[in-house]
């Protein structure tokens, strides 16, 4: 089964840091960016951070200086890195992109399971 496993999350104060990881599992990722989203209680889902294939990133205004995207293409694997964490930033976290089994396979657009992020003041 192809899809998107997330580890990382839980419970920190604010200030601290968090490192989400985001696999796929049974496949590869496509060269299509891959993003992190995130949503609050009662809010839309929202865009936190894109990563290209080749590693340029775009961040939401909101988390711009604090958060970094990466990938390895290697591992198919793409992370997020939150520093100096903030209540408001409290959410369940997912990872959004396209995998594929590979070259002339059926491309599969996945989301996450999601994982829970909580930061305290």
């Known amino acids: 089964q192809v899809q998107l496993v997330e580890s990382g999350g839980g419970l920190v104060q604010a200030g601290g840091s968090l490192r989400l990881s985001c696999a796929a599992s049974g496949g590869i990722f496509s060269s299509n960016p891959m993003g992190w989203y995130r949503q609050a209680p009662g809010k839309q889902r929202e865009l936190v951070a894109v990563v290209t294939r080749g590693g340029s990133a775009n961040y939401a205004d909101s988390v711009k200086g604090r958060f970094t995207i990466s990938r390895d293409n290697a591992k198919n694997t793409v992370y997020l890195q939150m520093n100096s964490l903030k209540p408001e930033d409290t959410a369940v976290y997912y990872c959004?992109?396209?995998?594929?089994?590979?070259?002339?396979?059926?491309?599969?657009?996945?989301w996450g399971q999601g994982t829970q992020v909580t930061v305290s003041s």
């Open positions: 959004n992109g396209q995998v594929t089994r590979g070259v002339g396979y059926r491309v599969y657009d996945l």
